[in-house]
């Protein structure tokens, strides 16, 4: 099983370990073959490069497995970068899943008591007959309670989905005595059902990914045709509560050039939609504060268009310093670790990015047996 984790490696350091191939892609220059790949686990990213490759590499390493490689760790561009020198598929069996994604905070039992306390806090029969119609599915709660929120930005942990949806309904159970006009029962029901298409938009296979049916339809959809056939299931549940259920599902990313098809219109949608902004940039703040060490200064963030201060880390928390020197001045971030603005097409740095950069002769001394 694997021993060696992204966190911990460092420049100079010889691998030969497992990860997910993140990201593949052939390229060639002067007849001459390289595999670029960006290569995972639970703890971070790093790119990696093959440079003796050929042209069925591109077929044989495609992105979303599980390789073994063999390699020298060195600095390119000031990041640090694994050089493979051996490449190879893993076997079922060789590896754990669990060691290339990151887990949510809370366990799954702890999960699972979340989720059924928020529905036993509904008091609208229909909208609880409904919540246990759906969660009392054992095969589908068991997807709701170990599925991603995102690929990247927020929440993109096993769990993440539940764990983000049981953070709006405690944002919203907190807020709606302050806000009494709202209906809190169907902003608890949002909370939990608006992301619900996920369980079918993503799948993890060596990475988070899209499926077919993610990209072509999208969890809005996949979500709205879901509840409205599930409320079809229950004797008489109102027409209107379930137009308003609908609502809040469909609108809740707030805009439509954001893949909403109408824009929230009623208050209840209006304050979902906000408790989902707050809770996913909190979530994508968190990953920034872990990848700044949880103080100083962190990288330009592309996402936010602007740095994030964390306070110094000689002032205790709570007393929030000032700046010493200019953003980014401080500690950098792990190079291994993904920028938050890392989007589905960016690729690793490349040697043919630098002028003159050329590949190095092969060694015939690391030509050794396959791993």
């Given amino acids: 099983m694997k021993q060696v984790f992204i966190k911990d490696i460092k420049a100079g350091d010889k691998v030969t370990e497992f990860f997910a191939l993140r990201k593949a892609e052939l390229l060639e220059k002067d007849g001459r073959f390289r595999l670029s790949m960006e290569l995972g686990d639970s703890t971070g990213r790093i790119p990696a490069v093959l440079w003796d490759a050929t042209k069925e590499y591109g077929a044989l390493y495609p992105a979303g497995v599980i390789v073994k490689i063999k390699?020298?760790?060195?600095?390119?561009?000031?990041?640090?970068?694994?050089?493979?020198?051996?490449?190879?598929?893993?076997?079922?069996?060789?590896?754990?899943?669990?060691?290339?994604?990151?887990?949510?905070?809370?366990?799954?039992?702890?999960?699972?008591?979340?989720?059924?306390?928020?529905?036993?806090?509904?008091?609208?029969?229909?909208?609880?007959?409904?919540?246990?119609?759906?969660?009392?599915?054992?095969?589908?709660?068991?997807?709701?309670?170990?599925?991603?929120?995102?690929?990247?930005?927020?929440?993109?942990?096993?769990?993440?989905?539940?764990?983000?949806?049981?953070?709006?309904?405690?944002?919203?159970?907190?807020?709606?005595?302050?806000?009494?006009?709202?209906?809190?029962?169907?902003?608890?029901?949002?909370?939990?059902?608006?992301?619900?298409?996920?369980?079918?938009?993503?799948?993890?296979?060596?990475?988070?990914?899209?499926?077919?049916?993610?990209?072509?339809?999208?969890?809005?959809?996949?979500?709205?045709?879901?509840?409205?056939?599930?409320?079809?299931?229950?004797?008489?549940?109102?027409?209107?509560?379930?137009?308003?259920?609908?609502?809040?599902?469909?609108?809740?990313?707030?805009?439509?050039?954001?893949?909403?098809?109408v824009v929230p219109m009623t208050p209840e949608a209006m304050f979902l939609h906000y408790v989902d902004e707050l809770d996913a940039r909190m979530g994508a703040l968190e990953k920034i504060r872990e990848r700044t060490e949880g103080a100083g200064w962190s990288q330009y963030s592309q996402i936010f268009e602007r740095f994030f201060f964390f306070g110094r880390p000689d002032v205790p928390s709570g007393q929030p310093g000032h700046p010493a020197g200019s953003p980014g001045a401080t500690t950098p971030k792990r190079l291994s670790e993904p920028s938050d603005d890392t989007s589905d097409t960016d690729l690793p740095d490349h040697p043919d990015d630098d002028p003159g950069a050329e590949p190095p002769p092969p060694d015939p001394t690391k030509q050794g047996k396959l791993l």
């Fill in 71 to 261: 390699g020298l760790v060195g600095i390119y561009r000031e990041k640090e970068q694994i050089r493979v020198e051996q490449i190879r598929l893993a076997k079922e069996g060789e590896y754990d899943l669990a060691d290339f994604f990151r887990a949510s905070s809370k366990t799954y039992e702890e999960l699972a008591a979340a989720l059924d306390g928020v529905i036993d806090r509904v008091e609208n029969s229909y909208l609880q007959k409904l919540l246990k119609a759906i969660f009392g599915d054992s095969d589908l709660r068991g997807k709701y309670l170990k599925a991603p929120a995102a690929k990247l930005l927020h929440h993109d942990t096993i769990g993440g989905l539940a764990e983000h949806s049981l953070s709006m309904a405690e944002v919203i159970i907190r807020l709606a005595d302050h806000y009494p006009k709202l209906d809190r029962d169907i902003l608890l029901c949002g909370a939990l059902l608006h992301d619900i298409g996920k369980i079918w938009e993503y799948e993890i296979t060596a990475s988070i990914d899209f499926t077919d049916a993610g990209r072509l339809v999208g969890h809005i959809n996949q979500g709205d045709e879901f509840v409205t056939s599930m409320a079809d299931t229950i004797d008489n549940f109102p027409d209107d509560l379930l137009v308003h259920l609908r609502h809040l599902i469909i609108s809740h990313q707030g805009e439509k050039e954001k893949g909403s098809p």
